[in-house]
Nanobody, 121 residues
């Protein structure tokens, strides 16, 4: 089991940027990012491969968000630019079954506790 801890959330204005970090207790084969607003379902944002060479994104964040990882430090990052009020949510990182690059939350075995991102209008 991989222990995950997100950090870097906070309050920003529309158009601002934040960089979230996910610290893992061990290397994950791939890593996904999700978010969940109050009263809404958990939304997949993107995922990155074990090597970090390929990342995929949801349409809602493509072009604004970038996922990266540092395998030496066992961390993954989510760089968020051009933030909008609609981006306000709790953001989670998660590790799936080995060998998976997936947008299905059911495929993710380990989850962080989440970090709050609030974008003011």
């Amino acid at each position: 089991q991989v222990q995950l801890v997100e950090s870097g959330g906070g309050l920003v204005e529309t158009g601002g940027s934040l960089r979230l970090s996910c610290a893992a207790s061990a290397r994950a084969f791939s890593m996904g990012w999700f978010r969940q607003a109050p009263g809404k379902a958990r939304e997949w944002l993107g995922a990155i491969t074990r090597s970090g060479g390929v990342s995929t994104y949801a349409d809602s964040v493509r072009g604004r968000f970038t996922i990266s990882r540092d395998n030496i430090k066992n961390t993954a990052s989510l760089q968020m630019n051009s933030l909008k009020p609609e981006d306000t949510a709790v953001y989670f990182c998660a590790a799936p079954v080995a060998g998976k690059i997936t947008n299905d939350p059911g495929d993710y075995l380990d989850w962080g506790q989440g970090t709050q991102v609030t974008v003011s209008s």
